[in-house]
């Protein structure tokens, strides 16, 4: 009776030892991820997104390091490229500016007008100097001097020495004609002796290199002959209004 007793507690301990191997072994294999709920437990919250790859990590990545951004190409620069003269070779705005159903736009008419504007552009004493040639009538040549304004983005303008340059208006009935010429950037430069350098803008325009720089000097004349320009097509439409002391 015994011996039947020792037996049965062997196969009880047997089967006891068996079956704790293959809990044991059953945890070992969901913790390698084996079996479908033997993982990695869930992230707090119920959330089940994947997560993400590994940044120096994926197919065909070397060295496992970050992916290097797109290169940008920059715009190629444009050059700015003024009217030009190829037979005289030399930079020149010309224009004729006319309206035959303009009434009183006589000759004498259209004088006055572009003369008075070109006082309240220049100033009485300004354009004095300025006057080569002012024939009542037929002609006004100037000899402008004013500021070089240069602009360095949407709203950073800058004074760059002074701009020079020559305008002519010849009058005739219902139209005149505008001619511009003769542009010369007037730098001091620096040093003890202030000496003053004269650049003719058509050097700016042929050089091959540092242009990107040397342009802002051709777009500011090319500002002050739109400016001009615009002021003298309105002269034309308006009458001629005399001041109180023009008499």
């Known amino acids: 009776m015994r011996n039947t007793r020792n037996g049965q507690e062997k196969s009880w301990l047997r089967w006891a030892v068996i079956l704790l191997f293959v809990m044991k072994m059953s945890d070992a294999y969901g913790q390698w991820g084996f079996g479908g709920d033997g993982g990695s437990p869930a992230p707090a919250g119920g959330d089940t997104t994947a997560p993400a790859a590994d940044a120096g990590g994926g197919w065909g990545a070397e060295g496992g390091g970050a992916a290097e951004a797109p290169a940008i190409k920059k715009a190629p620069y444009i050059r700015f490229v003024p009217p030009y003269d190829t037979m005289r070779e030399i930079i020149f705005y010309e224009n004729i500016i006319e309206d035959e159903a303009c009434e009183n736009c006589g000759t004498d008419s259209l004088y006055w007008r572009a003369k008075k504007y070109l006082l309240q552009r220049f100033g009485k004493e300004g354009y004095k100097t300025m006057v080569i040639e002012d024939k009542i009538a037929e002609r006004i040549v100037l000899k402008v001097t004013i500021p ?75 500002t002050e002959v739109a400016e001009v320009v615009k002021a003298l097509k309105k002269t034309l439409r308006e009458p001629f209004q005399p001041d109180e002391d023009d008499w």
Do not use: P, W
Not at 195 to 202: D, V
């Open 148 to 222: 070089m304004i240069c602009t360095y983005g949407k709203y950073n303008k800058k004074q760059e020495g002074m701009l020079e340059y020559r305008l002519s208006l010849r009058f005739k009935d219902s139209r005149y004609k505008y001619q511009f010429g003769n542009f010369v950037h007037v730098e001091v430069e620096d040093g003890l002796g202030a000496k003053i350098s004269r650049t003719y803008h058509e050097h700016y325009m042929r050089l091959k290199k540092g242009f990107q720089f040397t342009d802002r000097y051709l777009m500011a004349a090319d």
